[in-house]
């Protein structure tokens, strides 16, 4: 596609993708599926794009967090199994069934209301149980004083006329942080997987590792694994970085073409709240990305832009459409040049100024930013 005649554009480099799923898939015991994360327009690069190339590359499983998600998943083209993390209200309980999506269950009663409607639609749901081993988000809470009772709960789930339950998962709330209290919630969670076989409940698949997991612990890969952030390029732990990392790929990079170079006096304020004032005569290049696009107004008077190679400070507050940049000691640029305004190192380094993490910065590029394949 031609770029030319974009003001801001975000790069996906489905080659990059590739690296990092067979990298990953690598560190995986034969057997052992691999499940893409799609949630979030897949992590913002493009639901449908992103699900039909990981299908491509063997993909077991895709997972998004509502059946909108899904569905767009379906609309374009992709028949793997898809799992819905989120919960889906009643009135959707059909889509379910209609697009072929496995959903999470949590508790006995949201299991007993969908194996009605099931059993009313004369089908069958594939579920997969979810397990609270200390993320304390959603689950069928696990403690040891009350297993032989939950552990009642979750077999009356699995036996419900209706529902195929296949899976059984949790998630981890300190991989990238603390090993102690990973290994206390796999704990949970195998005691629960065993508490269940002795009831004559099983599953096919058991799962609990999302990205730091999968690069920190491969104890804990089980039948399955789920990375999201490591998928698309990302460490969530500074420490795998570098030669002991295993040398993923960032996926997306963000540019931007100048619409201005604007020649101004010492002493000129610029952009709202004039909370930026020119030291020195300078060159300021007019970006059009702003936090419309996604790009955070914390960012202002902090963050750099890439402009011929050179790293160019961002003045003044960003706008909503636009930011300016510093070029004054970058020659000949000109408008229609174009500014790089994410890669893998400013994607991080953003971050760490906006007091976030990249998947919140991938996730808020926004829908008008079109992003183009390659």
């Given at each position: ?6 003001r801001?554009w ?20 034969p ?6 994360l ?8 493009g ?8 299908e ?5 499983m895709l997972?998004?967090?509502c059946?909108s ?8 083209g ?33 299991g ?16 997969h ?14 403690q ?10 979750i077999?009356?789930l699995?036996?419900?006329p209706g ?8 998630h ?5 942080g603390?090993?102690?209290y ?28 999302s ?10 890969h089980?039948d ?9 390029g990302?460490?969530?732990d ?19 073409r ?9 002493g000129?304020?610029v ?8 030291e ?33 400070p961002?003045?003044?507050r ?22 790089v305004?994410y ?25 008008r ?6």
């Amino acid at each position: 596609m031609d770029t030319t005649k974009m003001r801001t554009w975000a790069e996906i480099d489905l080659s990059a993708l590739e690296h990092n799923y067979r990298t990953l898939r690598a560190m995986l015991a034969p057997g052992c599926r691999f499940l893409g994360l799609c949630k979030a327009n897949a992590y913002g690069h493009g639901a449908a794009v992103i699900g039909k190339k990981l299908e491509e590359l063997g993909a077991e499983m895709l997972a998004v967090a509502c059946v909108s998600e899904a569905m767009e998943l379906r609309q374009s083209g992709v028949t793997a199994p898809i799992l819905c993390l989120g919960e889906t209200p009643e009135e959707c309980f059909p889509l379910l069934m209609e697009y072929r999506i496995t959903q999470m269950v949590e508790d006995l009663e949201t299991g007993r209301k969908l194996s009605q409607a099931a059993q009313a639609a004369g089908k069958s749901v594939t579920i997969h149980v979810k397990l609270d081993t200390g993320m304390s988000r959603l689950g069928f809470f696990w403690q040891a004083d009350r297993a032989d009772e939950i552990a009642g709960e979750i077999a009356q789930l699995c036996r419900l006329p209706g529902l195929e339950a296949e899976g059984l998962f949790t998630h981890f709330s300190d991989a990238d942080g603390s090993e102690e209290y990973t290994m206390e919630q796999l704990t949970k969670f195998l005691d629960a997987r065993q508490a269940l076989e002795k009831r004559g409940v099983t599953f096919q698949i058991c799962h609990c590792a999302s990205s730091a997991a999968v690069l920190h612990y491969p104890c804990t890969h089980l039948d399955m694994v789920r990375p999201g952030l490591a998928l698309y390029g990302y460490y969530p732990d500074e420490s795998l970085k570098g030669l002991d990392g295993p040398g993923l790929e960032p996926v997306m990079t963000v540019k931007s073409r100048i619409a201005a170079v604007r020649a101004l006096p010492k002493g000129t304020y610029v952009s709202y709240g004039r909370t930026a004032r020119l030291e020195r005569d300078s060159l300021l290049a007019v970006v059009p990305i702003g936090y419309g696009d996604g790009y955070p107004r914390r960012l202002s008077n902090q963050m750099v832009l890439k402009i011929r190679g050179a790293e160019c400070p961002i003045v003044g507050r960003v706008c909503m459409d636009m930011c300016m940049a510093d070029v004054t000691d970058v020659p000949g640029v000109q408008a229609g040049d174009v500014a790089v305004v994410y890669d893998g190192p400013l994607m991080e380094r953003a971050a760490q100024l906006a007091g976030t993490i990249p998947y919140e910065l991938m996730c808020a590029v926004s829908p008008r930013v079109p992003r183009i394949y390659f």
